[in-house]
């Protein structure tokens, strides 16, 4: 299983039963595929979906129903359908009970860098910026580090999307909790150690005193 | 009054440097057909309001950046259409980008007479640059001006001849915000039907707001 499969198996743990979820482009997205069946999830697209559901199979493709990547989707029974300002009405007011979204980095405070490299990636920030400043729930999905390179950090070094807002991140190596004074590890990887966690991290973790491991099955 | 117009006609209400707002998501909801014909003609320096850049550099508004006909943009995200990006390290295109909860508000409020709107989005990240923050009840906003436009081309699945609009599924993101806050609002029409021919229940904008209506072709 690849790093972004145990993320997204770990991640979809995560739903409740009638949460109202969003799900950031990419890895986010994959989440969904592993939601237990008996979970009852209303997905939201900020283009201005809520209950939006799979990939619109060849042939059935409706040219004016996309999700927020462009892509043909299908929406579920008892979809509703909405302008931009409703969407961000939802995400901005609350009725969105989690977020899950990737990160460039983030940081022991909660705050989330994910929408520009100043000179080098310039995408925008579309709506991250009002999902994590408006949804119940925080959570971001990445890879433990890129290319080598710590992305929990004491502090972001890039532009911030959001200030001190990100609940729980999940790595392919380990859950952790962001608490008012830093990262507390929550869950880890049968396949490492806490040593190599910490050594992968560039802020220190508290352990929690119930480490489980994380169970991707 | 007779709203039915032709292309040439629809053309006559775009100039060099004109500011335009674009209806659409990733060119999902966006008229096409008009992009075609500002294209053709060739209008220079144009500020466009829009949520991106189009899907691509062939679509949508991604067919005006790659005329090099845009000077200024303001937009939530550009990172589906690389040739934006290179304009803008080539300097030879203006982009802010705006959170996209944001940009709805502030199309919103430029529409339907508010001086402003207060949100929580952006609260300190570069977004908040230059803007006044305001507390209410504890907890900081920013002042986020409203937008308007000289003229606001936008989409809809059916127009009757009075200019009410009806949006097929998640094609009406941007259109029913931008119809409010233009001096001239030109719908293209997926297909123009009689007045009386949609339900007024099923009315999505109001056809006061539309000044000129042409059918796709």
Known sequence: MNAKEIIARRAAQEVSNGDVVNLGIGLPTMVSNYINDDVVVTLQSENGILGMGGLAAEGRKDKDLVNAGGQHVSVQKGASLFDSAASFGIIRGGHVDLTMLGALQVDKEGTLASHIVPGKMVPGMGGAMDLVAGAKRVIVVTTHTAKGAAKLLDKVSLPPTAVNKVNRIITELAVIDVEEDGFKLVEISPDTTVEQVQELTGSPLKIDENLKIMNIA | ?217
């Open chain 2, 1 to 217: 009054m007779d709203k039915i117009i032709n292309i040439e006609t629809a053309m006559s209400f775009i100039h060099d440097e004109s500011v335009l707002m674009i209806g659409g998501f990733l060119s999902n909801g966006t008229p096409e057909h008009l992009m075609d014909a500002i294209v053709e003609k060739g209008y220079k320096d144009l500020t466009v309001i829009a949520n991106d850049s189009g899907l691509n550099e062939k679509t949508g508004i991604g067919k005006l950046i790659s005329a090099k006909l845009v000077k200024n943009l303001i937009a939530s995200h550009i990172g589906t259409n690389p040739e934006t990006g290179r304009q803008m390290s080539e300097g030879t295109l203006n982009v802010t980008l705006v959170p996209q909860g944001t940009l709805a508000e502030q199309v919103r409020a430029g529409g339907v007479g508010l001086g402003g709107i207060l949100t929580p989005t952006g609260v300190g990240t570069e977004v908040a640059k230059g803007k006044n923050v305001i507390v209410i009840d504890g907890k900081e906003y920013l002042l986020e001006k409203p937008l308007k436009a000289d003229v606001a081309l936008i989409r809809g699945t059916f127009v009757d001849e009075a200019g009410n609009i009806y949006y097929d599924g998640t094609t009406k993101n941007f259109n029913p915000l931008m119809a409010q806050a233009a001096d001239t609002v030109i719908a293209v029409a997926e297909k123009i039907v009689p007045t009386g021919e949609i339900n007024p229940n099923h009315v999505m904008t109001p056809g006061i707001f539309v000044d000129y209506i042409l059918e796709e072709e």
